[in-house]
């Protein structure tokens, strides 16, 4: 399966307390999170605030799919034509960037919204779907910033899928 090129490049620290480049790799391990539909995970956190010491590479976090509690998951999406549905709802707040191709996001009402290469979305504890429908992948960056569960109508509306 051929996935976007993306390159990973992560700053740290020497020995001396100097910035220097840690990380710089191509991207090459995508995870079939559902039928074509991929994950590679850059960088995590488990913290909050997040901790910027010691040498651990924090994009190869096992276990990680969806939520690190108190912390943050930064990601690409590689969402091809024919995504296996998953309707879900996260703990969440997502920050994503569509970076090439076009997807539908799919609301529990049958509300859609057609995202296009440079589009940006704040998703907020919402329950959702991802579709593609068109003829090439479509490839996002996404952030998920832990979040209390929401509270609306009364009552607590809680992650699942």
């Known amino acids: 399966m051929n ?62 799919f969806t939520m690190v509690p108190d912390g943050t998951v930064f990601r690409i ?10 309707v879900h709802r996260t703990d969440t707040i997502d920050y994503i960037v569509v970076m090439s191709g076009e997807i539908d996001m799919e609301l529990e009402t049958g509300e859609e919204v057609h995202l296009r290469a440079g589009d940006v979305m704040v998703q907020r504890g919402t329950v959702h779907n991802w579709i593609n429908r068109g003829s090439v992948p ?17 009552r607590s509306l809680e992650a699942f899928g």
């Open 138 to 154: 479509c490839v996002m960056a996404i952030v998920l910033v832990h979040a209390k569960s929401v509270q609306a109508g009364g």
């Open 77 to 86: 999406l590689d969402f091809h034509p024919g995504i296996a549905q998953r």
């Open 3 to 64: 996935h976007p090129t993306i390159r990973r490049v992560v700053t740290g620290h020497d020995a001396q307390g100097k910035a220097v480049v840690k990380i710089d790799e191509p991207c090459g391990d995508f995870a079939q999170a559902r039928p074509n539909g991929f994950v590679y995970n850059i960088w995590t956190t488990d913290t909050h605030p997040a901790n910027n010491d010691g040498d651990a590479d924090a994009g190869r976090r096992p276990g990680v």
